[in-house]
Each structure stands twice: as structure tokens, then as C-alpha cells.
């Protein structure tokens, strides 16, 4: 075995100690805790130097116990003899026992017997398994001692345990500003209602220091992550919703996107951006900024004429970085919020409706109580919740008329291949060009072999006073 006293073998040992003649033992570690990255994947890790300062008389034949919790103690990495600096002379302690979570000393020889209040022990070198540490969200050294009789000795210290390791997660990416536009219906639903482009703010930023972890005990020193930092060298974003209203679909040669409507910045660019129906990626070699996304719909320009709808924003990011081994890994963080668009016209969903030829008819019946013509779009979906058809054009709910969507509801399914000669179950979302206040649907449907009864189907209208 090593002659030297391991870093956190001493971490423990400290606990025990006292500063002063009157109060017991003190643990504490020489420099700080050291701050282990999650991300790191350090195979083995080294402790700091613990400083134990005693606080009461020792004599030959007491015996000193160190116990470790988090983490397996590499028992070959324990030293066989440690010499402690008294005041005045030395103390030796040489061990009796080493096991992954204990060590155990007792005193074999006091120099000059002067007094071992005040005396130092420092322990160095002691290494743990560094997946152990990991798991475990760090480790934790605590002293105890007893006499040659076994009564116990220096047990009310001031600190008697001490963390010789804290961990966190280096990558903690954030979602610093939320999408949050109304879509004005007064402009057709072709913009917002506030002037200029919504923005995205999305933080990628390395996380440097352990949280909440006060070392000073002034609420000011964090710990510095220092064991097994990463080094990113892209970050690639994937932004989910619906980017129909984007496209241009007079193009055949793939998905095009006017960058007018969608501007990226803080990011240099790893490649090039891509839009879809249902996603937005790009990548960055960026890893410590703010990357802002600013969606600006453009009024009047024929290619990205389709009326916006009300829709969510998800959030994907998946960080490629070499971790504290050099060896390449990649970290996805899946479902973060990015937003909402919401609409000052009207929204209302239809929970559950059904269709057959021959057997069940459906009623969907737009009420326009405004005095604004407006026109009508539906988004169908599924039994599974799964979209059919988005935006799908149903008519002009005309200024205090009653108008009906079924038609422009068979349409969407036909289109996208359902007969209807078999039970359809779907659901269906009626967006109007119409402030929400005044417009109610009415949602129904008739089973021909039941005697054509109706059953009336509840949706979410606006309640109103009329």
C-alpha cells in the first residue's frame, strides 16, 4: 500500500477534530470539495488534501474511524501508516482496516506526549469510482473515535462530516423567452397583433458552478465544476410545431422557407437551416450564448399567404461534446417549452365526432353573432389525437348567419384518404375569423339505426349573454 494518507480518506479523518482545546473535532477539506461533472464520465477521481483538527487528548491504542457514503473507496489507494502534526512532536496512527466505505486507524505511537489538542491530520491522495460518485450525486466523509476502552472520544465537534465530492449536470439548457404572439384576426390572420417578429430565446449555455453549494457560508461561494468538464462543439436545435404557413408551395425542388420569415441569431451556423411541415432544425458551434428565433410573418407576400393558426412550440436540443475521457458523446434534451401562439378570433374544439355513408350523419354549425364576415378553417384529427388535415379551408362564416363545416370536414378526410364507407371517429378544431365572443358552434350527430336520434356533442364555445 501507498505510504501517503488519501485526499478523502483525510476528508474524513478531519471530521473528527476540534479547533480549540474545548470544542471536538473539525472535518473540513483543505481547498474545497471538488465540483464533478455528470457529463464528465471520470473513470477514477482523486479527492482534495482533508485537513482533520483534533480536539481532545489521544492516546496509544485509541481508535479513529473514517466512513464514506456515496462512493467506493479505492482500498489500494489507503495509506498503511499517517503521521500527525501535533503542536509539539508527532502522533502515528497506523491501520487496522480498509473497505469501500470505511478506514480505520488507531494511535501507535505519541512522540513527546504533549498534548494532541490542535493537531493536524491531513490525509491525501484517496480516489473513488468515479461512476460510483456520478450515481451516488457525490460523497460524504465522517469521523468518529473512541478510546483504548471503547468509550467515545471527540464525538461533539463542530463538523464531524464533510462532501469531499459535490456533482452536477454541466448542460442545463433553458428556454429564456417564450413565443407568445396573438394572431390578429382582423388582418386575416396573416400577422400578429403586435408589430414586428415574436422571438425565441433559447440559453445553451454550460452550467460552471454546482448550485446551492455554499462553501463560505456567506450564501455567495458556489462550487466551480472542475472534475471531468466537457468541451461541446455543437449544439443542434429542433423547434416543433406547425411551420405549413412557412412554406412555399410553389416549389417543387423541396421544402423552401422565405428567411425573412424565420431569422436565427447568436448562432454560428453548423450547416444549413431546415423547414418542414412540422419542424424547424438548425445547429450551432455556439455553446455559450443566447440563440434567438424570430418568427415574422409577412403580410402580402403571396408565398406565405396562409393564415396562421393557434399552435404550440416545442423544444429539442442535443449537445455533441468530448467528455472528461476525450471520448465523443452527444446529450439530447427533449420537451422544453417554447410557447404558444394564440388567435382574438375563435377557437373551438369539438372533442368527438363520427362519420359513416349510409348510417351516421354529422351537424358542425358556425354561428356568427359579430357583425364582421369571417372566414373558417378546421383542423381534423384522428381517434389517436394524430393530425388528418391542419388549416383546411371551410367557407366564410358570414355576419350574423349560421354556417356549416361538414362538408369541408368530409373533404379533409376524403383527401387524406378515408372513404367514409366505414365508422370514422374523429375530432375537429374550427378556427373563425371572428372575435371568440361571438361565435358558437353547434356540434351533433344522427345514428340512422337508432331511429335517426341526435346526439348532441359538447364543445367549448364561448358562453354567451345575448
Not at 474511524?65 to 499517517?82: C, E, N, Q
Not at 505511537?109 to 494532541?116: A, F, G, V
Not at 462532501?163 to 449536470?169: I, M, S
Not at 449537445?319 to 434534451?333: C, L
Amino acid at each position: 500500500m501507498k505510504n501517503t494518507f488519501k485526499k478523502t480518506l483525510l476528508a474524513a479523518a478531519v471530521a473528527g477534530f476540534s479547533v480549540n482545546a474545548f470544542a471536538a473535532a473539525d472535518i473540513v477539506t483543505a481547498t474545497t470539495p471538488l465540483g464533478v461533472s455528470v457529463e464528465g464520465q471520470v473513470e477514477v477521481l482523486a479527492a482534495n488534501d482533508v485537513v482533520v483538527t483534533l480536539g481532545a487528548e489521544y492516546a496509544v491504542g485509541d481508535v479513529i474511524t473514517i466512513a464514506f457514503s456515496g462512493a467506493a473507496l479505492d482500498v489500494d489507494t489507503v495509506d498503511t501508516t499517517v503521521t500527525v502534526a501535533k503542536p509539539a512532536g508527532t502522533l502515528t496512527l497506523g491501520l487496522l482496516e480498509a473497505t469501500a466505505d470505511m478506514v480505520k486507524y488507531r494511535v501507535t505511537e505519541n512522540s513527546d506526549q504533549t498534548t494532541t489538542v490542535g493537531s493536524t491530520l491531513t490525509l491525501t491522495g484517496l480516489e473513488f469510482d468515479g461512476a460510483d460518485v456520478i450515481a451516488a450525486g457525490g460523497v460524504t466523509a465522517t469521523y468518529s473515535a473512541v478510546t483504548n476502552t471503547g468509550l467515545s472520544l471527540d464525538s461533539t465537534g463542530t463538523k464531524l462530516s464533510t462532501r469531499v465530492f459535490y456533482t452536477a449536470n454541466e448542460l442545463a439548457p433553458k428556454v429564456a423567452t417564450k413565443l407568445d404572439s396573438i394572431i390578429n384576426v382582423e388582418a386575416d390572420r396573416l400577422n400578429f397583433t403586435a408589430v414586428g417578429a415574436d422571438q425565441l430565446v433559447i440559453n445553451s449555455a454550460l452550467r460552471a458552478t454546482v448550485p446551492g453549494v455554499d462553501l463560505d457560508e456567506d450564501g455567495t461561494d458556489d462550487l466551480v465544476i472542475t472534475e471531468g468538464a466537457i468541451s461541446v462543439s455543437k449544439v443542434s436545435y429542433k423547434i416543433t410545431s406547425d411551420f405549413s404557413w412557412v412554406i412555399d408551395t410553389s416549389e417543387t425542388a423541396g421544402i423552401q422557407y422565405d428567411p425573412s420569415a424565420i431569422g436565427i441569431a447568436g448562432c454560428t451556423a453548423s450547416g444549413a437551416v431546415k423547414v418542414t411541415a412540422t419542424e424547424l432544425t438548425f445547429a450551432c458551434t455556439d455553446t455559450s450564448t443566447n440563440v434567438t428565433v424570430a418568427f415574422d410573418p409577412r403580410q402580402g407576400e403571396a408565398k406565405f399567404a396562409a393564415p396562421l393558426s393557434p399552435k404550440s412550440f416545442g423544444v429539442e436540443m442535443t449537445y455533441a461534446f468530448a467528455d472528461g475521457n476525450g471520448d465523443n458523446d452527444t446529450s439530447a434534451f427533449t420537451g422544453l417549452n417554447g410557447g404558444s401562439w394564440t388567435l382574438n378570433g375563435s377557437v373551438v374544439r369539438v372533442p368527438y365526432m363520427v362519420l359513416q355513408n349510409g348510417r351516421f350523419s354529422a351537424i358542425l354549425n358556425v354561428t356568427n353573432h359579430s357583425a364582421k364576415d369571417g372566414a373558417i378553417f378546421v383542423d381534423v384529427f384522428d381517434e389517436q389525437g394524430e393530425p388528418v388535415a391542419t388549416n383546411y379551408p371551410a367557407g366564410t362564416s358570414k355576419a350574423g348567419s349560421v354556417t356549416s363545416v361538414v362538408d369541408a370536414v368530409k373533404s379533409a378526410l376524403l383527401s387524406n384518404g378515408y372513404t367514409l364507407n366505414d365508422v370514422t371517429k374523429f375530432s375537429v378544431q374550427i378556427v373563425t375569423n371572428v372575435p371568440e365572443d361571438d361565435v358558437i358552434v353547434y356540434a351533433a350527430y344522427a345514428d340512422s339505426q337508432n331511429g335517426g336520434e341526435r346526439a348532441i356533442v359538447n364543445n367549448d364555445s364561448k358562453v354567451q349573454i345575448k
